[in-house]
């Protein structure tokens, strides 16, 4: 019996030790948890909401509108990151905020994830070439593309939000939501 304990103890603890190995490579390099800790995301995101980031897809797809992003800010803001937000203008395009849409190239963008429309005039800019405009959902209490003066470089994005997981009653995959009108 001694012999097929120590059996039954050695293959449970290697058991455990692969366990962990693999939930630690798997926060480093693929999928990580995050708590949404201020408001500029509202309605989409609340304040504690806890989001799954999917670490990887950067590596193998470029950003694409209507993407929540996790990224460290540009180091002309001086803040500490990380920082949620949603992809709006992509490298090349023109961003521009009047009468309470936001333009992409001249067409205004469907949002109907927003609690209400932006009440600032902002542009038009040109998104430089390896920079994305992104933008929170809650447009007038967001510190953003539009207040920075700076670009946020795509090397910098963490990875994309994709589901929230906490608390459980509002468990959801995030909808991208982001169309031309």
């Known amino acids: 019996m001694g012999r097929e304990l120590r059996g039954i103890v050695r293959e449970f603890v290697s058991i ?17 948890g995050r708590e949404i800790p201020s408001g500029s995301m509202i309605p989409t995101l609340q304040i504690g909401d806890k ?20 990224f460290t800010p540009p180091e002309e803001l001086g803040q500490e990151g990380p920082f949620i937000k949603r992809v709006i203008g992509l490298p090349g395009e023109t961003v521009e905020v009047r009468d309470g849409k936001v333009f992409i190239n001249g067409v205004a ?11 600032y005039d902002y542009g038009p800019v040109v998104v430089p070439e390896g920079c994305l405009f992104v933008m929170g959902d809650n447009r007038n209490s967001s510190f953003d593309s539009h ?31 982001v169309s031309a009108e």
């Open 109 to 119: 963008l469907k949002e109907p994830y927003l609690a209400e429309p932006p009440m």
């Open 16 to 32: 455990i030790i692969i366990s962990f190995l693999l939930a630690m490579v798997l926060r480093a390099f693929v999928i990580e």
């Open 51 to 70: 989001v799954l980031l999917n670490k990887f897809i950067y590596h193998f797809k470029k950003p694409v509108r209507g993407d929540i992003v996790v």
């Open 147 to 177: 207040r920075w003066n700076a670009w946020l470089r795509e090397d910098h994005l963490m990875g994309k939000a994709f589901m929230i997981y906490w608390p459980p009653s509002r468990i959801m995959l995030l909808p991208r939501g």
